[in-house]
T-cell receptor
Framework: DVKVTQSSRYLVKRTGEKVFLECVQD?????MFWYRQDPGLGLRLIYF???????EKGDIPEGYSVSREKKERFSLILESASTNQTSMYLC?????????????FGPGTRLTVL | GQNIDQPTEMTATEGAIVQINCTYQ??????LFWYQQHAGEAPTFLSY??LDGLEEKGRFSSFLSRSKGYSYLLLKELQMKDSASYLC??????????WGAGTKLIIKP
């Protein structure tokens, strides 16, 4: 059974804190993604990675960075958390070899920044 | 710009049929996805269409018209467990997914 896991389901942080969100997949997928999901908006892509040590900016990268040191792990970093980063964060992965890129999602991390 | 439109909310009765529409505008097109997302859970894949026509998968079917930039998801014999949000996403020329805001489907007994 394929699996994408995220380090926390719920997280509460204070403004200015550095926040790490971890994502691990066990499907040997090449591609990994970080999205945020807010009410009334579609999923918005923050960063993605097609390979180890490789990263690409998505639509809303400001205030975030990422790290992909190992194929199975993709971390999202909020360097200095702000209240407008309160959101649901979803990690996804997909195989680079598939004809279409069905994305497998983790359960999400609901982050609240106070 | 790139855009996906789908209704915010729909209500249907258990046992009935419901059609959720989605229109899209993207730079290039490499397919249309539908995902289901129950409250508080991750989205899960339902269907993928890249050619015009209807794809049937059990109680769920998905239709695509590339010329009209239009898709729909058809759910038959509705069950209470079908209460969820349904996300439409179009893949652009860069193979990136452009997501709609989702349609919240409420099933009433």
């Amino acid at each position: 059974d394929v699996k994408v896991t995220q380090s926390s389901r719920y997280l509460v942080k204070r403004t200015g804190e550095k926040v790490f969100l971890e994502c691990v997949q066990d499907m040997d997928h090449e591609n990994m993604f970080w999205y945020r999901q807010d009410p009334g908006l579609g999923l918005r892509l923050i960063y993605f990675s097609y390979d180890v040590k490789m990263k690409e900016k998505g639509d809303i990268p400001e205030g975030y960075s990422v790290s992909r040191e190992k194929k199975e792990r993709f971390s999202l970093i909020l360097e200095s958390a702000s209240t407008n980063q309160t959101s649901m964060y979803l990690c996804a992965s997909t195989s680079g070899s598939s004809d279409y890129n069905e994305q497998f999602f983790g359960p999400g991390t609901r982050l609240t920044v106070l | 710009g790139q855009n996906i439109d789908q209704p915010t909310e729909m209500t249907a009765t258990e046992g009935a049929i419901v059609q959720i529409n989605c229109t899209y505008q993207t730079s290039g097109f490499n397919g249309l996805f539908w995902y289901q997302q129950h409250a508080g859970e991750a989205p899960t894949f339902l269907s993928y269409n890249v050619l015009d026509g209807l794809e049937e998968k059990g109680r769920f079917s998905s239709f695509l018209s590339r010329s009209k930039g239009y898709s729909y998801l058809l759910l038959k014999e509705l069950q209470m467990k079908d209460s969820a949000s349904y996300l439409c996403a179009a893949m652009d020329s860069n193979y990136q997914l452009i997501w709609g805001a989702g349609t919240k489907l409420i099933i009433k007994p």
